[in-house]
């Protein structure tokens, strides 16, 4: 199965070096690959359950990669990342707070195997995670939980700090949900729920 997946990561890679080096726009570029990409592969396989997670992965793995070879910074391809799978998940009807959580914990992994700032990284889903949450009227309160559980089993597999990723997520997460004049307070408590889930 990992064989079969490894071409999707390589194949987003190429599309996001090709289409930095053709406009230059990294924002947009990873935006319409990563959301364009993940459209095309739900569609032509109707990848659900473990097969979307894998799919999901595979995809920002390709983000992050592809950014990291045109010297692009993390936080613009993590943010650009989030933005595109809950765009494209959105579009094909398969949005879930797994996705959200999936994408905090391959914005991780991916950016800790490229040798990135984990914690740029971080703070560039969250943004996009946040952002594209106010935009659709979504719950910013089991979006946060679901941000939060991801980013800490990406940390534990990657063997990094889990009380520097909570307190640097949580902080983040409050600075995107004020900036977007979201309710902060129910952002908390879905940070809170979040830590405790993933701790227990």
Known sequence: MAEERKPIAETVTREIVGGIKGVGDIANALVDTVSGSLVKLI?????????LTSTLADVVRGAIQGTSQVGGDVGTAAKGAAVGVLRGTKEVGVQTLDTVSTTAREVVKSVSAVGGDVGVAVRGAVDGIIESTAQTG?????????????????????????????TSTASQVVKSVAA??????????GAVDGIIESTA
């Open 138 to 166: 979504g719950d910013v309160g089991a979006v946060t939980k679901a941000t939060i559980i991801g980013v800490l089993r990406g940390t534990r597999e990657v063997g990094g700090e889990t009380i520097s990723a909570v």
């Open 43 to 51: 569609k032509g396989t109707g990848a659900v359950g473990t097969t």
């Open 180 to 189: 977007v004049g979201g309710d902060v307070g129910v952002a908390v408590r």
